[in-house]
């Protein structure tokens, strides 16, 4: 899925905004009147989305956040939610007068001395109407060095911090001259599409999110292609020559025994990311690494990528015999493909927030599924297809609903559910 530049920077900002709201909702998932405060914001923006009507996005998204603090929806707060910070994220270790600005994604232009702003640890505070000069970090280090700056918001009584990334590099523009300018539609390795995204930073273009900046010009600038025997979070264009996509992966505590392998498949619209940024702040990153299980997010295009198994499986330690899906709504779609077209045979399926198909009985015999939706959420009605499906097929099923969730937040108020689930199943699971 490529997409604009234009639209990259919207739903970069749309990310930023859905992350910040579910790192204050994870706090309320068992406040089931919050819930539904939080969901009457987040149903049209869900639709929003799918109409390409961004700013109404950032609106409710927003509106989400302010219902989470009980803050008044045409209050300083909701001022300073609206805003964004611009600013370059790779520099040289010499570069001064680096210059960041204020964005108002929707509503009004700020007005003079309207919202105050200062990064933190600096004295001095500025209108943000104004350029504001990044800091600048003094490092003689020849390794990339990351910086996290805070810029600090103030509108009447109500403060916002903003965190920015920036990845300060010795002999920047020298390194990339040397690499071979490349485009991430004609990315055909891990290596190419981390440059071709570190070259879109570079050239001042969008990324559709926050990448590790450490992560990403370590892939670029290495001399291995495919860098999947990396710990950590970090990106790669995964499978065979011709069938590559891009995942986000994250390595699980393989050195001593084989790992579960945990296959997280997007909904539409959406990308690698998602799983990794958003869909509770990422949460299901620290709920495998807790277990020390792998973790690999594909991008979807409506099928199950059956090749990365193949592909992962030449340099993570897997167990196959638990292998476990968790897609959410095309992404259950596609795990459910997977399963019924024989492309997969995982250990269990866990179809958030929507369903699929189920006709090849045989294969869906004795599985355990785990089927999760929201009380409003649009995607039960595929759920209540495929439920009585997967009954008659004889598949082990637990299917729950969730009170006042919509389809976007079914996946952060599911995910704790499905790996307590995950953890029985794993447990009658042979190891291969």
């Not at 009507?53 to 909701?78: E, K, W």
């Not at 943000?128 to 490092?139: D, G, I, N, V, Y």
């Amino acid at each position: 899925m490529i997409v604009q530049d234009g639209k990259l920077d919207a739903r970069y900002k749309m990310g930023r905004r859905v992350r910040r709201m579910e790192l204050l909702l994870e706090a309320k998932l068992a406040d089931t009147a919050m819930l539904r405060r939080v969901s009457a914001a987040l149903q049209p923006a869900v639709m929003q989305f799918f109409s390409g009507n961004f700013q109404g996005v950032f609106r409710n998204v927003d509106a989400g956040y302010l219902s989470l603090v009980n803050a008044a929806p045409d209050g300083p707060l909701a001022r300073l939610l609206a805003l964004d910070v611009s600013c370059p994220k790779l520099l040289d270790v010499n570069e001064h007068q680096v210059v960041a600005k204020l964005d108002v994604a929707y509503g009004a232009k700020l007005s003079k001395g309207e919202v105050r702003c200062r990064w933190k640890g600096m004295s001095e505070w500025q209108d943000a109407t104004a350029e504001l000069m990044l800091p600048h970090q003094k490092s003689t280090a020849k390794m990339p060095t990351p910086q996290r700056l805070t810029l600090e918001l103030v509108c009447g009584a109500a403060r916002l911090d903003i965190d920015v990334d920036v990845l300060r590099v010795a002999n920047l523009k020298t390194t990339v001259s040397r690499w071979m300018t490349v485009t991430e539609r004609d990315a055909q390795s891990s290596r190419a599409l981390a440059r071709a995204r570190a070259l879109s930073l570079l050239a001042g273009k969008a990324l559709e999110n926050d990448p590790d900046l450490r992560m990403l010009w370590e892939i670029a600038d290495s001399q291995n292609d495919e860098p999947l025997g990396r710990r950590g979070d970090y990106l790669g264009l995964i499978g065979p020559s011709g069938q590559k996509v891009p995942c986000r992966l994250l390595r699980g505590d393989d050195a001593a025994k084989k790992q579960p392998l945990v296959i997280a498949l997007h909904g539409a619209g959406g990308s690698e990311n998602m799983f990794f940024d958003t869909y509770g702040a990422g949460k299901i990153m620290s709920l495998c690494a807790k277990r020390g299980w792998h973790l690999v997010s594909p991008r979807v295009s409506g099928r199950f990528p059956a090749q990365i198994l193949d592909s992962l499986s030449k340099h993570w330690n897997i167990d196959s015999s638990r292998v476990f899906i968790v897609g959410h709504s095309m992404g259950a779609a596609a795990a459910s493909s997977g399963v019924d077209s024989g492309a997969i045979q995982p250990a269990a399926v866990a179809l958030l927030g929507g369903g699929g198909a189920v006709t090849a009985a045989s294969r869906w015999k004795d599985l355990p599924v785990m089927i999760a939706v929201g009380e409003l959420d649009f995607g039960k009605t595929m759920a209540s297809r495929t439920r009585p499906a997967a009954e008659r097929a004889g598949s082990r099923l637990t299917y729950k609903e969730y009170a006042g969730v919509e389809h976007l937040s079914i996946v952060q108020c599911a995910l704790d559910d499905v790996f307590t689930w995950l953890d029985k199943v794993s447990n009658y699971v042979k190891p291969a």
